[in-house]
């Protein structure tokens, strides 16, 4: 019989604590003396913690597990590797070791287990890193992810927070994936939506950093648990608003559909719970603001890159869009206004 892996309840980054529990633990661990060598920490809400070693270069650090989302083992390997590895890529790095993380149950087939670990080291391997070890424990469930060391140019460090008005924000990957694996897991996803979604988890966003290095990018982070609107929300932190035009962000077009029927998933609903008074929608269907509190597995970069004189944003949306990605500008930045985002 075919090995798969039984499905779970809350697979990929949907099984990531909410936004605002998580925010209320942290803010009280305690900080330690400061290290003027720690320049990205975990109070910054960034995608990585990152360490200067040298003048010119800087440890990335990042881990990411979870349990899966499809049941094919081989394609859950790949899928929770390339979204563990986007975090170096959102951060400005590049991938040089990775160590497996693995939770199994004993009583499990081993070639299970065999093949979810084939997956992720294609992934690292793919990403130019090397994969060193790990550790695993017997658990009632299975779960899996990486821990990953990148390396970076402190001065080149792509930071989640920083744009800067009149900033273009670019989109790489499609949303709607949480959505789609929803639908799937009871049985109404298509073939052909579920193949559209494992080809976007799966694909690393080694390609839009490497293209993006080439551009002054103020602000970076890969989309992921907390949905786009929820990354959105931290990359303004507070200081600056954002225009977001709806038809413009690129969207697995059978998402919407599963979203008008109430496919949809409780992390969703734990992230407009956690940034809805912060948005303001403007003519938006139910469906598309889902869409937008998706948690998304292995999603895209989400970038704020300058536009003005030189044409920044718009040369390297192209770049971009030929190397096949579906990437857009689906709004820009502003000053402060009543609201941190608006979408129309």
């Not at 658990?139 to 990148?150: C, I, Q, R």
């Amino acid at each position: 019989m075919e090995d798969k892996i039984v499905f779970c309840t809350g697979g990929g980054c949907t099984a990531k604590l909410g936004p605002g529990v998580l925010s209320r633990v942290l803010e009280k661990l305690p900080k330690g003396p400061p290290d003027e060598n720690l320049l990205v920490g975990y109070d910054s809400k960034d995608d990585a913690a990152v360490y200067r070693i040298s003048e010119d270069t800087a440890i990335v650090q990042t881990l990411d597990f979870f349990p899966p989302m499809v049941d094919d083992p081989f394609t859950f390997g790949q899928i929770a590797a390339a979204n563990a590895l986007s975090d170096i890529f959102a951060m400005g790095g590049e991938v040089l070791t990775a160590l497996n993380i693995v939770c199994f149950p004993e009583s499990m087939d081993l070639n299970v287990l065999g093949e979810i670990m084939r997956g992720g080291a294609q992934k690292v391997m793919e990403a130019g890193g090397i994969l060193a070890g790990g550790h695993s424990i017997a658990d009632a469930g299975v779960k899996y992810g990486l821990s990953v060391t990148g390396r970076v140019d402190p001065a080149r460090i792509y930071r989640n927070n920083q744009p800067r008005p009149g900033d273009q924000l670019i989109l790489t990957k499609k949303l709607g994936v949480g959505i789609v694996c929803a639908a799937n897991r009871v049985g109404e996803a298509s073939a052909e939506a579920m193949d559209e979604a494992i080809n976007s988890m799966t694909a690393l966003n080694k390609t839009a950093a490497r293209i993006s290095s080439n551009y002054p990018v103020h602000a970076c982070t890969d989309v992921t648990g907390f949905g786009f609107l929820g990354h959105l929300h931290e990359m303004m932190d507070g200081r600056l608003s954002c225009l977001i035009r709806s038809g413009d962000i690129p969207v697995i077009r059978e998402a919407v559909s599963y979203a008008e029927e109430f496919l949809l998933t409780g992390a969703g609903q734990k992230n407009r719970n956690h940034v809805q008074s912060c948005v303001r929608f403007e003519g938006i269907s139910f469906a598309m603001e889902e869409i937008l509190f998706d948690p998304q597995t292995s999603g895209g970069l989400l970038m704020a890159v300058p536009s003005g004189e030189g044409h920044e944003a718009e040369k390297l949306l192209k770049d971009l869009r030929h190397a096949g990605l579906p990437a857009a500008i689906v709004g820009e930045v502003c000053p402060a206004r009543d609201a941190e985002i608006y979408v129309s």
